[in-house]
């Protein structure tokens, strides 16, 4: 099973997406009978009015930047990485787990070990789904999916058994020196969630936009993506490139979770479910349409969805789930993008078969 | 020309959203102006992910706050009484800070999952209330609440061994902690107290919020011939209810409710499948300190525990039989007068 690589396109396709899924929203609220406008008043003032909010913005966009930018890469590649969220689970753990295996360690070195375990447990994890493409062509969405829950479980059960003693489901704090959470930023923003997370993922943002225009192995990559036979006829080692690619998408989404586990939460628990960076991120590097500093935006987005929406049913009386379904419709219809691209597409193509239709038959007539 | 028809159709129900949107504007802008003068003493609870339609815990402590509100003529909003729902263990801190900057005197956290949350927040916002409940906190402006819940979960032991007809019987925990482990360390010995043959099998769901997989345990349970199952699971135990049900049609079969009286969620066309529930004052709890501001008492820094000599946890008459009862009444006695310890910790069961 093979997903078509998402093509690359202008800003249109994404701005569309964001004002259909807003409409949709507001028709949802009117029809149950909330005010459309003063709660995406609430909205964006809940998520940009405050620095606490501008904050958490920052906050909740830093791991989807990386996730997103995992997605893309193997997107660029022509796999569909289902198993983000999998893998930032596995970075989550294992940046905390190093932080908390070495609280004597300075700063200097706990901190980066702590970030380059989770990248590297990130990419073991999506090393298996790409190494089983690259050597046996099994399918990289089933693999991954089912990774995920592997991971998701696996975690748990090392939390429980390993991490913590006596029934309890977090663990300690990591370190202080290990935090990307700094009193300085609390105060700089009004004590919101904010961490120098952020300084890494605009890195990383630059890194791969590098990587992928200016290197060898980035055209390896597009090229395999492009078409894996011709590539490989072009004397490329495709199971190299494939199995790179994975390393690297897997490598991102560690550090995302590794963003979880250091700044946001700064420590680990039993999850429930997938943490929602790894979907979220897929959706943030869709609307992106895999562009580095386009994902940037969109998981800005994304930031201010998340927590302005919180701020709607707190300064008015509707209820969180109208809240959940608008901000879902937005999301969906940002997901949904390919729909008003292949409407784009279809007006152009069908434009210009209209166009050499006319001129054969014009030709045929002569 | 179809596509082109596609795109009118869009365009069309673009402008109506906007002229919808823009009806809308006019119509309720005076739903927001209720800025009361008083002296501020508003509340709002922040939920765990269980949120506050979990038929149980969160219910319970927002049915006391909307109670609480109620008596003293607030609003629900901004000034008022209002509750946060939070969809993932990150929304906890945005939402105690949404709250704060909405100048809510007081915050509830339901839950012993927002104990980090608030403990930042206490320490950066002196000024304003926080209660912690089922957890304790150390803070001059946090109240922490805890329950004892093995002592009403031991009395929903006995009254599963006194009506079991199968001599099995099961538990449904939601995530296995510290406070579900007293829920299931009571229950096994309430049992044991009255039958030691009666066999307890206990299971988890892993969560507070998966009805389907209480279903599907209690579905394995009722299979298995257990009769009697006692749900510590939250909005999971939904779940279980509809999974009995399913099964009363064929046998009877029994639900112990927890946290508040889950006498609703039993009702079935022949009857009631609610064999009685453990309470636990989540909501009396959340009244009393938020009358507590109100009268300048907050007690901050103080840890209150509740049990059944509080009254703070409690279990119902339900549906069982007077001999049921009269078992339960006595085991109540032995241990408000301190005869019976009830562990808090499975692994303390002999």
């Known amino acids: ?366 | 020309m179809k596509l082109g028809r596609k795109f009118s159709l869009i365009a069309v129900l673009m402008m109506v959203g906007i002229g919808l949107t823009a009806c809308g504007s006019n119509q309720s802008k005076s739903g927001n102006k209720n800025n009361s003068s008083k002296s501020n003493i508003s509340a709002a609870l922040v939920t765990d992910v269980g949120g506050v339609d979990d038929k149980s815990f969160n219910q319970s402590g927002w049915e006391g706050l909307e109670k609480w509100g109620k008596k003293n003529g607030l609003k629900k909003g901004v000034n008022g009484y209002n509750y946060a729902q939070s969809n993932s263990d990150a929304d906890f801190a945005p939402n105690i800070n949404k709250l704060i900057q909405a100048k809510y005197k007081t915050i509830f956290g339901t839950g012993y999952k927002l104990v980090s949350a608030i403990k930042n927040a206490a320490k950066a916002n002196p000024k304003t209330n926080f209660v912690i409940i089922d957890d304790v906190i150390k803070a001059n402006n946090v109240a922490s609440v805890t329950f004892k819940d093995n002592e009403a979960a031991f009395l929903a032991g006995v009254a599963a061994a006194e009506t079991t007809k199968t001599k099995k019987v099961g538990f449904i925990g939601g995530q296995r902690g510290l406070v579900i482990d007293r829920f299931e360390a009571g229950y096994r010995q309430g049992v044991a107290a009255v039958d030691k043959s009666i066999k307890v099998d206990v299971k988890y769901a892993d969560s507070f919020a998966k009805p389907d997989v209480g279903q599907a345990l209690a579905k394995a349970m009722f299979n298995n011939d257990e009769d009697i199952i006692y749900q510590a699971s939250g909005g999971t135990g939904s779940g279980v209810f509809s999974a009995a049900k399913n099964e009363i049609k064929k046998k009877k079969v029994w639900v112990i409710g927890v946290d508040r009286d889950q006498e609703d969620e039993g009702n079935y066309s022949g009857g009631n499948l609610t064999l009685t529930s453990t309470l636990k004052g989540v909501g009396t709890v959340v009244e009393k300190m938020a009358t507590s501001v109100q009268k300048n008492k907050f007690p901050g820094g103080k840890v209150s525990t509740y049990g059944l000599k509080e009254k703070g946890v409690d279990l119902t008459k339900g549906h069982l039989n007077s001999d049921a009862l009269k078992a339960v009444e006595n085991y109540r006695k032995q241990i408000i007068d301190g005869k019976i310890k009830v562990v808090e910790r499975p692994s303390q069961l002999k």
Request: net charge positive.
């Open chain 1, 1 to 366: 099973m093979r997903i078509k690589k998402v093509r690359l396109g202008g800003i249109s396709v994404p701005l569309i997406s964001i004002f259909l899924g807003l409409v949709v929203g507001a028709i949802i609220m009117l029809l149950s009978g909330f005010n459309p406008l003063i709660n995406y008043l609430n909205l964006f003032s809940g998520a940009l009015g405050t620095p606490n909010a501008i904050g958490e913005v920052f906050r909740s966009a830093t791991p989807l930047i990386l996730t997103a930018l995992g997605f893309s890469i193997a997107n660029s590649a022509g796999f569909f990485n289902v198993g983000l969220s999998g893998q930032a689970l596995a970075g989550w753990l294992a940046s905390v787990w190093f932080a908390l295996a070495f609280p004597h360690l300075p700063g200097f070195i706990l901190l980066p070990g702590s970030i380059i375990m989770g990248a590297l447990a990130g990419a073991f994890w999506s090393g298996i789904a790409g190494f089983l493409r690259a050597y046996f062509g099994t399918s990289e969405v089933i693999t991954t999916i089912m990774l995920n829950y592997i991971s998701l479980y696996g975690t748990n059960a090392i939390v429980k058994g390993v991490l913590t003693s006596s029934d309890a489901d977090s663990t300690p704090l990591v370190p202080i020196q290990a935090r990307l959470r700094t009193p300085f930023l609390e105060k700089l923003t009004g004590n919101s969630t904010f961490h120098w997370g952020i300084v890494i993922s605009f890195f990383m943002v630059f890194v791969i936009w590098w990587l992928m225009k200016k290197t060898t192995l980035g055209f390896e990559i597009r090229s395999v993506g492009m078409n894996e036979d011709a590539a490989r006829y072009a004397g490329m080692s495709t199971k190299k490139t494939i199995i790179s690619s994975m390393l690297l998408s897997g490598a991102l989404a560690g550090l995302g979770g590794a963003m979880e586990g250091l700044g946001n939460f700064q420590n680990i628990f039993v999850n429930t479910s997938l943490p929602d960076i790894g979907f979220d991120g897929m959706s943030v590097s869709l609307l992106a349409t895999g562009n580095p500093i386009g994902i940037i935006f969109s998981a800005l987005l994304f930031g201010i969805l998340k927590i302005g929406g919180l701020n709607i049913s707190i300064s008015s009386n509707t209820p969180s789930e109208i809240v959940n379904i608008v901000i879902a419709s937005v999301i969906f219809f940002v997901g949904a993008n390919y729909i008003i691209q292949y409407l784009i597409s279809k007006m152009k193509i069908s434009h210009k078969s209209a166009k050499l239709i006319s001129n054969s038959t014009k030709g045929g007539h002569k």
